[in-house]
Nanobody, 121 residues
Framework: QVQLVESGGGLVQPGGSLRLSCAAS????????MGWYRQAPGKERELVAT???????TYADSVKGRFTISRDNAKNTVYLQMDSLKPEDTAVYYC???????????????WGQGTQVTVSS
């Protein structure tokens, strides 16, 4: 079983910055892709950014140039640096991790509990 613990959300003014973290623990054999998604009230969950084990990244058009995803493989942790935040970035942010677990290297697809990000003056 793999657990994800998120941290770093909060209230910030427009133009401000926040950094989200998501640490994975448990029976992890390997981690492949890690990513962040968000869900605003009344809207569907959407992809924000992903990063592969090799460091290749993808971003939603709405966050390109403002958000940066990174990972620390030694700590099984993924980060999301969010700069120049806008009110429309307000949402619950979820991390997602894909990998394989001990002992049989079964694939897993785990989600964090979500952390609220509110951008408001």
């Amino acid at each position: 079983q793999v657990q994800l613990v998120e941290s770093g959300g909060g209230l910030v003014q427009p133009g401000g910055s926040l950094r989200l973290s998501c640490a994975a623990s448990g029976r992890i054999f390997s981690i492949n892709a890690m990513g962040w998604y968000r869900q605003a009230p009344g809207k569907e969950r959407e992809l924000v950014a992903t990063i592969t084990s090799g460091g290749a990244t993808t971003y939603a058009d709405s966050v390109k140039g403002r958000f940066t995803i990174s990972r620390d493989n030694a700590k099984n942790t993924v980060y999301l640096q969010m700069d120049s935040l806008k009110p429309e970035d307000t949402a619950v942010y979820y991390c997602n991790v894909l990998g394989s677990s001990w002992p049989r290297r079964n694939p897993f697809d785990s989600w964090g509990q979500g952390t609220q990000v509110t951008v408001s003056s």
